[in-house]
């Protein structure tokens, strides 16, 4: 029963007073910026690898050429 009252202060970080807000604070932009992150690096293996094959395609067609 305790748990449930407490349940509000728990979520926005009153439990502990400033430094409570402040962890809740670093903790919820860190879990925000995970997505984005994670869509950033995606985005750039994606650009990349279709560089990379692109030139594996060129280099085996030039030495089936000159073979």
């Known amino acids: 029963m305790k748990l449930r009252r407490m349940n509000y ?3 926005v970080g009153t439990i502990l007073g400033l430094s ?3 962890l809740v604070f670093c903790t ?3 879990g925000a910026s995970l997505p984005v992150t994670g ?3 995606w985005w750039g293996k ?3 690898g279709s560089k990379k ?3 594996k ?3 085996a067609k030039a ?3 000159t073979a």
Do not use: R
């Open 57 to 59: 395609a060129v280099t």
């Open 28 to 30: 919820t932009l860190i």
């Open 63 to 65: 030495e089936n050429v």
């Open 9 to 11: 202060d728990l979520h």
């Open 53 to 55: 094959a692109g030139k």
């Open 46 to 48: 994606k650009k990349k």
């Open 20 to 22: 409570g807000k402040v």
């Open 39 to 41: 869509f950033i690096i």
